[in-house]
């Protein structure tokens, strides 16, 4: 079975402009959550979606929204960028909502300068 | 007090002896726990799971979860300088609608 996949895998972009990250789960799984990870704060939740539905959120500011589609995949998105969104930024897929195994995928890389 | 906490490290073990990795969660009500392993510039991995006291062992890994002292733990038989990574112990919270909240992560040498 394919694991989880993101797109892009690095990103650069300039203060203020806006990103749109993509994650597709592993077949059959339905909950995508997404993570943000920085050396200072380490792994720290942003939010999970299932059925096409925000069921859970970190406390990060409304810059950062997501969405998922009726197949499963998530994107998420950054709009007004700032320096401090440099980070890795991490989808895991699992089964069912409340189903906690989580499977992470690669990651995207982003860099805000 | 963090909700999940782990040792700082970084701990460094000689290859082959028996590397024990320690985590505290704050939140009673929690059910599920998780270790994960993470590479330098690599994604977390799934390692072990644990759902109920006591330990659970796969392969040279064993997950031991207490709950009434909050305490989780990972031990690693027979350490391999393969095994150097970070591990983060994850813990899905009841509180705060139920998330799953990740600890700072220790990280593991295993010297040869």
């Known amino acids: 079975k394919a694991g989880v996949t993101q797109t892009p895998r690095y990103l650069i972009k300039t203060r203020g402009q806006q990103v749109t990250l993509s994650c597709s789960p592993i077949s059959g799984h339905r909950s995508v959550s997404w993570y943000q990870q920085t050396p200072g704060q380490g792994l720290q939740f942003l939010f999970e979606y299932f059925s096409e539905t925000q069921r859970n959120k970190g406390n990060f500011p409304g810059r950062f929204s997501g969405r998922q589609f009726s197949n499963s995949r998530s994107e998420m998105n950054v709009s007004t960028l700032e320096l401090g969104d440099s980070a890795l930024y991490l989808c895991?897929?699992?089964?069912?909502?409340?189903?906690?195994?989580?499977?992470f995928g690669p990651g995207t890389r982003l860099t805000v300068t | 007090q963090k909700e999940v906490e782990q040792n700082s490290g970084p701990l460094s073990v000689p290859e082959g002896a028996i590397a024990s990795l320690n985590c505290t969660y704050s939140?009673?009500?929690?059910?599920?726990f998780f270790w994960y392993r993470q590479y330098s510039g690599k994604s977390p991995e799934l390692i072990m799971s644990i759902y109920s006291n006591g330990d659970k062992e796969d392969g040279r890994f064993t997950a031991q979860l207490n709950k009434a002292s909050q305490y989780v733990s990972l031990l690693i038989r027979d350490s391999q300088p393969s095994d150097s990574a970070t591990y983060l112990c994850a813990v899905h919270t009841v509180n705060q609608g139920g998330k799953l909240i990740f600890g700072q992560g220790t990280e593991l040498s295993v010297k040869p």
């Open positions: 939140d009673r009500g929690s059910q599920s």
């Open positions: 895991a897929s699992s089964l069912e909502q409340g189903y906690y195994e989580q499977y």
